[in-house]
């Protein structure tokens, strides 16, 4: 079955970089665009950004646009965000997930995606 599995979350101070990892299996994963998701404590999970199956298109929500990166190796059946510039309000729990379509067709949209991975931290503070 599908499995996505997260890592390389953290503690790091404003300004500081992270590189987050989403390993993927149970399916053919360069046929597919992936996402990645974060909720923070108390809110809704928001969107963050989408690659699609080529990984010639991507999106980012305009609060991480130019500061975050994501990237895909097919070779490695991994999809990458490297986090910059990183803010206190970036402090949530990551998540990678996909709706299994070739195109970011769900956008940012939580609702359209139904293969998701367990999640991992990361902290911004001083």
């Known amino acids: 079955q599908v499995q996505l599995v997260e890592s390389g979350g953290g503690s790091v101070q404003p300004g500081g970089s992270l590189r987050l990892s989403c390993a993927a299996s149970?399916?053919?994963?360069?046929?597919?665009?992936i996402a990645w998701f974060r909720q923070a404590p108390g809110k809704e999970r928001e969107g963050v950004a989408c690659?699609?199956?080529?990984?010639?298109?991507?999106e980012y929500v305009d609060s991480v646009e130019g500061r975050f990166t994501i990237s895909r190796d097919d070779l490695k059946n991994t999809v990458y965000l490297e986090l910059s510039s990183l803010k206190s309000e970036d402090t949530a729990k990551y998540y990678c997930?996909?709706?299994?379509?070739?195109?970011?067709?769900?956008?940012?949209?939580?609702?359209?995606?139904?293969?998701w991975g367990q999640g991992t931290q990361v902290t911004v503070s001083l």
């Open positions: 690659i699609n199956k080529s990984g010639g298109e991507t």
């Open positions: 997930a996909t709706d299994l379509r070739e195109e970011c067709w769900g956008g940012l949209k939580e609702a359209f995606y139904d293969h």
């Open positions: 149970g399916f053919t994963f360069r046929d597919y665009a």
